[in-house]
Structure formats: structure tokens, C-alpha cells
């Protein structure tokens, strides 16, 4: 289990630690975005090549099965697109702009007293984060080989309170919106309908599935926090002795 802290710059030493645990025959359960961010189509082929398996549910989504759903329960479906609310941080502060008429900065400051934004916040605000967490979905759903580099990525710094209040006179509000639809894959403030699934508030987090059957399906929940990534940790635990389990029985 790899649950060092996230380094998008050269994604070490989870990265060193993930391929010589691959190389060592092992099985790896990570919440750490970085490796899968930089290096995931090559971190998937050598798992296949060393017949282990890699799982890393508490990466998007937190306690919500994000990934779990599109792979297995639209498993005879086809997906077509992925949009979604994808980090907490940002959207509690548009929400917080949105709704009690806060500047950026304002906002930003609750949300670093209440424990939801680090002291050093680009991770969360620059978009990186929905970045690392688009990457995943692109590559482990749609197969998409990308790395962080292939995201075209802006974050809410520049979102202003006129912005926002355009919006709203036409319904709207602003969220950043990771997406991903055929060769385009993007991090961006975006305008979104208030009564869209995707609208949700505080720190929600929210993903839609586009597919070619089964129409918009959206998940909701909270996307971070100790007990619920530990959750997400235990899922993946249960799904590779599952799959082991089936392995010694066929």
C-alpha cells in the first residue's frame, strides 16, 4: 500500500516505490495521484507484464466509487465522455464566491481555516489536482493513453465576482469542470446550468458518465477525507484477494 505524499514534479518516491514493487512480483494499492499522473499508461503495462495488479480507487472520488461504477456498473455500455466536479477545495470556493458574495481571496482564506485548502494552495486552485484526477479516469475508462502534460488546464484564480453574478442572470454559475470527450481533455472554470446534476455545492464532488445507452449518469459525494480514503483503500484490499481468490478457483 503506497500512501506517501503527492509530487507532481517527478511523482518520487511513489513512483520508485510502485515499480520495484512490480518488479518484486507484488500487488499495489496507492492514493497517491502522482505516479498515475505522470507515468500511468507505463505503470499499467508493467503491472500486466509482471502479472500484478494495480488499484487506486482513493485517488478520484475519495469514499465515492467513481471509478468503480463507470468500470463495472456501465460495463456493457459505451461511454462517450466524462465531465465532473473532480476537487473539493475549488468548489467550495466558487461556492462560497457564488453564494455569500466573497472575493477569491476571501473565500480562499475560509476555506484554508476550515482545513479544506493547504497553506501553499496551487495544487488545488491551479486545476493541477482535477489534472492528476482527469488523467486517471481518461486512461482507466476510456483507455485514453494520456499523461498530465496531455491536459489542457486553467484554474480559478481569474474567476470574479461579475462572473459570476453574469451567470446567474442566466441560470448559471461557474465550477470547474474536468472533461474528457474524444481527443479533448481540459481543466476549466466552466458555465454550467443550476439545475445541472454536475451544480453541487461545498465540497462535494460530482462526476457524470456520458454513454451511448444508458444516457448522463452522475455520481455524488465527498471526494476526500481520512475515513473515506481509507474506504476506498479497503475496496481495493477486497478487490485484488476477489481476484486472486478467483484466480486459485479457475
Known amino acids: 500500500v503506497e500512501v506517501t505524499p503527492v509530487n507532481i514534479k517527478d511523482a518520487e518516491p511513489a513512483l520508485s516505490h510502485i515499480t520495484k514493487a512490480f518488479k518484486t512480483g507484488k500487488h499495489v494499492v496507492t492514493t497517491n495521484k502522482g505516479p498515475l499522473a505522470l507515468a500511468m499508461p507505463a505503470l ?17 472520488g475519495g469514499g465515492t466509487p467513481m471509478l468503480e461504477f463507470a468500470k463495472r456498473c456501465l460495463a456493457g455500455d459505451k461511454i462517450l465522455a466524462i465531465k465532473g466536479i473532480l476537487n473539493g477545495t475549488t468548489n467550495y470556493i466558487l461556492t462560497e464566491m457564488s453564494q455569500n458574495r466573497v472575493t477569491f481571496q476571501e473565500a480562499l482564506a475560509n476555506a484554508q ?41 486553467t484554474g480559478i484564480r481569474d474567476v470574479s465576482l461579475k462572473a459570476l453574478d453574469e451567470a446567474s442572470k442566466k441560470g448559471n454559475t461557474i465550477k470547474l469542470i474536468g472533461s474528457i470527450d474524444g481527443d479533448s481533455t481540459t481543466v476549466k472554470p466552466t458555465e454550467i446550468p443550476k439545475n445541472n446534476a454536475l451544480c453541487v455545492s461545498g465540497v462535494l464532488n460530482a462526476v457524470t458518465f456520458f454513454t451511448e445507452f444508458a444516457g448522463e449518469q452522475t455520481l455524488v459525494g465527498r471526494g476526500a477525507g481520512g ?20 484466480k486459485i478457483l479457475t
Open 44 to 60: 499499467t503495462e508493467l503491472a500486466d507484464y509482471n502479472n500484478v495488479y494495480l488499484r487506486f480507487s482513493g485517488t478520484v
Open 113 to 153: 481555516k476550515l482545513g479544506y485548502a493547504e497553506r501553499e494552495p496551487s495544487m488545488d486552485i491551479d486545476g493541477f489536482d482535477t489534472a492528476c484526477k482527469v488523467v486517471i479516469l481518461a486512461n482507466w475508462i476510456l483507455n485514453n493513453k494520456i499523461t498530465l502534460r496531455d491536459v489542457d488546464r
Open 227 to 246: 475515513m473515506e480514503t481509507a474506504s476506498a483503500v479497503l475496496r481495493d484490499l477486497l478487490d485484488i484477494r476477489h481476484k486472486l481468490a478467483n
